[in-house]
C-alpha cells in the first residue's frame, strides 16, 4: 500500500481516499481476473525490469554499434595508408580511379559492399595557399545509388596531392532496432539515405623521378 507522510492535515486525508481509490481498483481488477489476495503483491519486481530494461537495451546496442564502426573506421585508414604509397610511387601517372578504390577495398575486407559505397577524390593542393576543397568529401547516396562526380587529379608527379575517401555503411542492426539507437548516434547518421559516412582523408607528394 502506498503511504503518505509528513503532509498538512488536509492534503494527508485527500491522499488517503485516494490511496483507498485506488486499492479498491485493483482489488476488482484482482478479483475479476480470478487473482487471490496472496498473489496481488508478485508482480511488484516487474514494473523496475519493465522501466529499466529499454535503458539497458539502448546502451548495448549504442555500444555495439559504436565498437563496430570504430574498428571499420580504422581498417579504413590503414587501408588508405598501404594505398597511398602505391600513388606516391606512381610517377608516370598509370594508377587510375577504379585501381585505389580496388585496392583500399582488398585491404579492408570488413567493409561491406565497398567497391559500391566508397568512393575515393584525388585533389591538388595549390601551393604556397595551400587551399583545401571548401566542400566535404562526396560520398555514395545508398538511397538513390547515386555517386557524385569526385575529383582526380591526373598529372600529380612532384605535386602535393590530397586524398578523401568516404564510405557510407548502414548501421548493424537492423532499422527497426536502430530507431531506438538514433536517439543516441542521430548527429552521425546522414538524413539524406540513412547511412553513415565513414571519411578518411591524407596528402602526400608524388615523387619525382
Known amino acids: 500500500m502506498i503511504r503518505f507522510r509528513n503532509l498538512d492535515p488536509g492534503p494527508r486525508r485527500l491522499a488517503r481516499a485516494w490511496t483507498g481509490l485506488a486499492d479498491r481498483t485493483i482489488g476488482r481488477l484482482d478479483r475479476a481476473a480470478g487473482l487471490s489476495a496472496r498473489l496481488r503483491e508478485r508482480g511488484a519486481a516487474t514494473v523496475e525490469f519493465v522501466l529499466l530494461m529499454p535503458a539497458f537495451i ?7 554499434d559504436s565498437s563496430l564502426l570504430l574498428i571499420r573506421q580504422v581498417m579504413l585508414e590503414r587501408a588508405v595508408d598501404i594505398a597511398v604509397r602505391e600513388v606516391r610511387l606512381d610517377t608516370p601517372g598509370n594508377v587510375t580511379q577504379n585501381q585505389i578504390r580496388n ?3 582488398n585491404r579492408a575486407r570488413i567493409l561491406p559492399d565497398c567497391n559500391e559505397n566508397l568512393l575515393v577524390e584525388l585533389s591538388e593542393v595549390q601551393r604556397p595557399a595551400y587551399s583545401l576543397p571548401d ?3 562526396p ?3 545508398q538511397l538513390t545509388s547515386i555517386s557524385p562526380r569526385a575529383a ?6 612532384g605535386k602535393l596531392i590530397l586524398l578523401r575517401a568516404c564510405y557510407s555503411v548502414r548501421p548493424a542492426l537492423p532499422m527497426a532496432i536502430n530507431t531506438i539507437n538514433r536517439t543516441l548516434a ?3 547518421v546522414n538524413d539524406d539515405d540513412g547511412t553513415i559516412r565513414m571519411v578518411t582523408m591524407t596528402a602526400f607528394v608524388v615523387e619525382a623521378n
Open 58 to 64: 539502448m546502451v548495448f546496442i549504442s555500444s555495439f
Open 152 to 157: 582526380f587529379a591526373t598529372d600529380r608527379t
Open 135 to 137: 566542400s566535404d568529401a
Open 139 to 141: 560520398c555514395v547516396n
Open 103 to 105: 585496392s583500399i577495398c
Open 186 to 188: 542521430s548527429n552521425l
